[in-house]
């Protein structure tokens, strides 16, 4: 059974940071596109970065470039997100995704196959 787990959210001030995990089970993830999104209460869920297998281009959503760094690793812990600068707007249930390739749109969720449960990630002001 493949599995995708989140850590690393929690509560914390605003200009402040978060590391978020995502764990892999059941398979390797190191031919797949791998993604974050958040989903804030009463709003759709949204596309915060993304990263592909090959060659390693990442790409960020307007609102948090400069902020925000995806990376992989493709091991267990196939990749992460480091939230720097962060902002009562960016409170919301954060989930990571992939995919399988690189010829799939990473902005949106459907192109996903597989999903995390999610980490709630809370900044105060």
């Known amino acids: 059974q493949v599995q995708l787990v989140e850590s690393g959210g929690g509560l914390v001030q605003a200009g402040g940071s978060l590391r978020l995990n995502c764990a892999a089970s059941?398979?390797?993830?190191?031919?797949?596109?791998l993604g974050w999104f958040r989903q804030a209460p009463g709003k759709e869920r949204e596309f915060v970065a993304a990263?592909?297998?090959?060659?390693?281009?990442?790409y960020y959503a307007d609102s948090v470039k400069g902020r925000f760094t995806i990376s992989r690793d493709n091991a267990k812990n196939p990749v992460y997100l480091q939230m720097n600068s962060l902002k009562p707007e960016d409170t919301a249930v954060y989930y990571c995704?992939?995919?399988?390739?690189?010829?799939?749109?990473?902005?949106?969720?459907?192109?996903?196959?597989?999903w995390g449960q999610g980490t709630q990630v809370t900044v105060s002001s």
């Open positions: 990263v592909r297998w090959s060659g390693g281009s990442t």
């Open positions: 995704a992939a995919f399988r390739g690189d010829s799939g749109s990473y902005y949106y969720p459907n192109t996903y196959a597989y």
């Open positions: 059941g398979r390797t993830f190191s031919s797949y596109t």
